[in-house]
């Protein structure tokens, strides 16, 4: 029956498939594995796919680590799903998600006996795992035999190739400061090195990353404004994924002049936002938002105060395609609770799911058929 409907009119329907029907179709015919495994579809074909909020926790009475994703549509949270981890990602010791981009989710730690991990000398491990298609790719990272230095890794895909590309930032400060920077491309399967428009000073990156368009973002500070007693100096660290070249993204002074450890960077869809808060026992966090990419263009939208009575601190983990944050409430026993705060209302709701205080992780993220091939 295909025969007779224009490939083209085909493609237009495969566009809006689901991704586990896609993978089956591969086997139909070579010309639609070919149009299934092709960048340019794989990119497009991922715009139409709904958000998913997947979230990582620790149960308070199992003490077990738990992966959970939502559908985030009307139906939130009750379209939820129970994800088992693939071996490669249980095997990493101390594992940390750097960061989700394009369907994929990039992990952290390191590989070898648990003995060897205070050395962690050539244990360092990275995972990219696509939680809809169930595939995995672990990548080692360059060894490092001088320990004077400070890493920091980013994680995205490039929008044009849709190829995974991760960057390593490596700072050295023992005699006089350098940094050094590489890149690790999938199609390539090789890290190479970056030779120019690497960060010129020093910098302290603080929480994770965001991935916008083709922008990696971190939220850092000057760290020798602290050392001698300056004022602060917050930026935005930014990486270019398909130019690879890194950016400065200054803030309004307001944010610039904040405390580090009282900010934080994130996203709304395909917007950067800045969470910024009121001290160090977070009773509230403002939420800024970058107008039209444009820098120091930080609008502020609301403020997420007055918590229930019994709230220690509240911490903003991410937002729903909707604009409303997602949100960790501390209790008095070393326990935390999940909420979603409605900024029209003021008001939290409960989904029911309850963690050791700050092992809740949420990351964002769409099904897509990036590392198929």
């Given at each position: 029956?295909?025969?007779?409907?224009?490939?083209?009119?085909?493609?237009?329907?495969?566009?809006?498939?689901?991704?586990?029907?896609?993978?089956?179709?591969?086997?139909?015919?070579?010309?639609?594995?070919?149009?299934?495994?092709?960048?340019?579809?794989?990119?497009?074909?991922?715009?139409?796919?709904?958000?998913?909020?997947?979230?990582?926790?620790?149960?308070?009475?199992?003490?077990?680590e738990?992966?959970?994703s939502?559908?985030?549509?009307?139906?939130?949270?009750?379209?939820?799903?129970?994800?088992?981890?693939?071996l490669?990602?249980?095997?990493?010791?101390?594992?940390?998600?750097?960061?989700?981009?394009?369907?994929?989710?990039?992990?952290?730690?390191?590989?070898?006996?648990?003995?060897?991990?205070?050395?962690?000398?050539?244990?360092?491990?990275?995972?990219?795992?696509?939680?809809?298609?169930?595939k995995?790719?672990?990548?080692?990272?360059?060894?490092?035999?001088?320990?004077?230095?400070?890493?920091?890794?980013?994680f995205?895909?490039?929008?044009?190739?849709?190829?995974?590309?991760?960057?390593?930032?490596?700072?050295?400060?023992?005699?006089?400061?350098?940094?050094?920077?590489?890149?690790?491309?999938?199609s390539?399967?090789?890290?190479?090195?970056?030779?120019?428009?690497?960060?010129?000073?020093?910098?302290?990156?603080?929480?994770?990353?965001?991935?916008?368009?083709?922008?990696?973002?971190w939220?850092?500070?000057?760290?020798?404004?602290i050392?001698?007693?300056?004022?602060?100096?917050?930026?935005?660290?930014?990486?270019?994924?398909?130019?690879?070249?890194?950016?400065?993204?200054?803030?309004?002074?307001?944010?610039?002049?904040?405390?580090?450890?009282?900010?934080?960077?994130?996203?709304?869809?395909?917007?950067?936002?800045?969470l910024?808060?009121?001290?160090?026992?977070?009773?509230a966090?403002?939420?800024?938002?970058?107008?039209?990419?444009?820098?120091?263009?930080?609008?502020?939208?609301?403020?997420?105060?007055?918590?229930?009575?019994?709230?220690?601190?509240?911490?903003?983990?991410?937002?729903?395609?909707?604009?409303?944050?997602?949100?960790?409430?501390?209790n008095?026993?070393?326990?935390?609770?999940?909420?979603?705060?409605?900024?029209?209302a003021?008001?939290?709701?409960?989904?029911?799911?309850?963690?050791i205080?700050?092992?809740?992780?949420?990351?964002?993220?769409?099904?897509?058929?990036?590392?198929?091939?």
């Amino acid at each position: 029956m295909s025969d007779r409907i224009p490939f083209h009119i085909q493609e237009e329907i495969m566009k809006r498939l689901p991704v586990k029907s896609l993978v089956q179709f591969r086997s139909v015919c070579k010309e639609w594995k070919s149009l299934i495994d092709n960048s340019k579809f794989i990119a497009v074909h991922s715009v139409t796919q709904q958000q998913h909020l997947l979230l990582r926790y620790e149960d308070p009475v199992e003490k077990s680590e738990n992966y959970v994703s939502f559908v985030d549509d009307d139906t939130f949270p009750q379209r939820r799903f129970v994800h088992t981890l693939p071996l490669s990602v249980k095997l990493l010791l101390g594992s940390t998600i750097v960061g989700s981009s394009y369907g994929l989710l990039c992990f952290r730690g390191h590989s070898g006996k648990r003995e060897d991990l205070w050395t962690k000398l050539e244990t360092e491990t990275v995972v990219l795992w696509n939680p809809s298609i169930r595939k995995t790719i672990t990548i080692p990272m360059p060894n490092k035999f001088n320990k004077d230095h400070e890493t920091d890794l980013g994680f995205g895909v490039c929008p044009v190739t849709i190829d995974p590309k991760i960057v390593e930032i490596t700072q050295f400060h023992k005699t006089s400061y350098h940094c050094e920077a590489k890149v690790y491309t999938v199609s390539s399967g090789k890290w190479r090195n970056l030779t120019s428009n690497l960060p010129s000073k020093q910098f302290r990156i603080f929480w994770a990353q965001v991935v916008v368009d083709r922008f990696i973002y971190w939220c850092a500070f000057d760290p020798m404004t602290i050392e001698n007693e300056l004022p602060n100096h917050n930026f935005i660290m930014l990486f270019d994924i398909t130019n690879e070249n890194f950016g400065v993204v200054e803030l309004p002074d307001r944010l610039r002049r904040h405390s580090p450890s009282q900010l934080c960077i994130s996203k709304v869809r395909e917007s950067l936002v800045m969470l910024e808060y009121d001290s160090f026992v977070k009773r509230a966090c403002g939420v800024w938002m970058m107008e039209n990419g444009v820098e120091k263009s930080f609008t502020k939208r609301f403020t997420v105060m007055d918590p229930p009575y019994w709230s220690k601190s509240i911490t903003t983990l991410g937002f729903r395609k909707s604009g409303q944050p997602i949100m960790e409430l501390e209790n008095a026993h070393e326990q935390s609770e999940l909420v979603v705060y409605e900024p029209y209302a003021e008001r939290f709701d409960d989904i029911g799911i309850y963690a050791i205080t700050e092992s809740f992780v949420v990351n964002s993220y769409i099904e897509t058929l990036v590392l198929l091939g």
